[in-house]
C-alpha cells in the first residue's frame, strides 16, 4: 500500500504580504491612493501588491519604505 502524504496547505509568501499591507493601510485610515502618494509609488503599484491574484515583485527597500510610512517593523509583513 503507498500513503501519499498532503502537502500543507500554505498561503503564498507575496499573498500574506499584500494582505498585511492591506490591512495595516486600512488600520491607519489610509487609501490605496494614499498610501501609494505617501511612499511616491503608483496606486496600480499598491493595487496588485494587495491583491491576492497578482504577485507583483517588491524589493526590500520597498517594503522597509512601505513599513515605514505605516509606522510597523517590517517583519509584520510577514505574519500570518
Same mark, same amino acid.
Given at each position: 500500500? %503507498?500513503?501519499?502524504?498532503?502537502?500543507?496547505?500554505?498561503?503564498?509568501?507575496?499573498? =500574506? %504580504?499584500?494582505?498585511?499591507?492591506?490591512? !495595516?493601510?486600512?488600520?491607519?485610515?489610509?487609501? $490605496?491612493?494614499?498610501?501609494?502618494?505617501?511612499?511616491?509609488? #503608483?496606486?496600480?503599484?499598491?493595487?496588485?501588491?494587495?491583491?491576492?491574484?497578482?504577485?507583483?515583485?517588491? #524589493?526590500?527597500?520597498?517594503?522597509?519604505?512601505?513599513?515605514?510610512?505605516?509606522? =510597523?517593523?517590517? $517583519?509584520?509583513? !510577514?505574519?500570518?
Amino acid at each position: 500500500m %503507498v500513503y501519499i502524504k498532503e502537502k500543507p496547505k500554505t498561503r503564498n509568501i507575496y499573498t =500574506i %504580504v499584500g494582505k498585511n499591507i492591506q490591512k !495595516f493601510r486600512k488600520q491607519k485610515g489610509l487609501t $490605496g491612493e494614499d498610501l501609494a502618494e505617501l511612499c511616491n509609488l #503608483s496606486y496600480g503599484y499598491i493595487k496588485n501588491l494587495e491583491s491576492s491574484k497578482v504577485h507583483a515583485t517588491i #524589493s526590500i527597500e520597498t517594503l522597509k519604505l512601505i513599513a515605514d510610512k505605516l509606522e =510597523i517593523k517590517l $517583519g509584520d509583513f !510577514f505574519e500570518e
